[in-house]
């Protein structure tokens, strides 16, 4: 195991897991994908004899089988790990150690990749990342930290043209100290459309988003929600409340005028929030590669990508959080709404709905934001 330099969100070094502490737990609701050599070393393990019941009740054969996703390890009844005890914590882990671990389970949230250049960032749907986030007082930014990880890290030599600059740019434009998140979400757009031209200006350019239409915007930020609640039982959980409590199917301008005071309390309630969600977005940002996420979408479509993902967090919390909420369930919905955005199809899906909603050009995506 060599260490090397990584480029790293200044939080990173800062970050430890909860444990049993951790409320939205990784341990919880997912299965977890297991290779080969890990398989074989699960079904070999010394251990006890609860810990072996666990192991074996869980392991499943993959249905596409190869090297690296041979298995998976399957939730039990209630969406527990078979091995997590009562306490919260692994069994596998306090009993036979950290490297028993499958690497997914050793490594979440945190993500290496060598595109481009060596960089590691961690994952919105973890509590704790939300946590450290929401607790920052200004823009996010980045570093060099030397990193090991015990399994090969592939370097990809095929990147597209202008990689590093065009996601460089980006987030330059997301972490701008003046102006708002909106107006930073559309400029990013607008850098776009002149990056899929190969013109890049020197500077990053803040544009002011100024044609925004509200019924438009609530009705496709309510049908993104409906459908992706329709899709995804935990998401329903959050977006269930939010499009009840935002008169979803009721007459758009009541909804409108219920939307807006509800944004005024949830404002003064955690009046940091546009700093927020600027720094969640920029990290998500460089955890997907933004514009390039490997979901095969345009500039076009990764920035409406962008704008649905802005446009639900927000209805989610404006639709849930009001003035007695706490800090508390600010973190445990953005988690949440984090497992659906960063480990699902969502970009794709986003991008497509709103294009099936008359977003078209990264112009009238201004209506919406």
Known sequence: MQSQKFIVPDYYDDFKCKGGECRN??????????????????????????????????????????????????PRFDGNCP??????????????????????CRYYPRSPRLTGNAECCCSNSCEKVI???????????????????????????????????????????????????????YSVGEFLKKAEEHTFSPTAALFHCE????????????????????????????GTTALNNINYGGDIKESVKIYNRRKTSVV?????????????IINNMFYEKFPFTDKGESFKGEFFALCAMYMT???????CLNENSDKTAFVDLLASAFRLIEHTSFYRNAAILLNENGITSIENAEEIL
């Not at 003064?268 to 969640?280: A, P």
């Open 268 to 280: 003064n309630r955690f009046k940091d929030i546009d700093l927020n969600l600027s720094n969640i």
């Open 313 to 319: 967090l927000k209805y989610l919390i404006i639709g």
């Open 131 to 185: 946590e450290m986030l929401i607790e920052k007082k200004n823009i996010i930014t980045f570093k060099e930290s030397f990193l090991s990880f015990e399994f090969p890290l592939y370097d990809i030599k095929n990147i597209p043209e202008f990689y590093n600059e065009t996601r460089k740019r980006c987030i330059e434009i997301m972490s701008l100290d003046y102006g708002n998140a909106v107006d930073k979400i």
């Open 211 to 238: 044609k925004t239409d509200e019924e438009k915007r609530l009705i496709i930020s309510a049908r993104l929600v409906k459908w992706f609640s329709d899709e995804n039982e935990s998401f329903a959980l959050y």
């Open 83 to 104: 091995m997590r005890m009562k306490n919260g914590y692994c069994r596998l882990q306090s009993e036979c150690g950290e490297k028993a671990l499958p690497m997914i």
């Open 25 to 74: 737990s990784c341990c919880t609701g997912w299965g977890i994908a297991v290779s080969l050599k890990e398989y074989f070393k699960l079904l070999g393990l010394e251990c006890s004899e609860i810990l072996r019941r666990e192991i074996d009740g869980g392991l499943r054969l993959a249905e596409e089988r190869n090297e690296e996703h041979y298995a998976m390890i399957t």
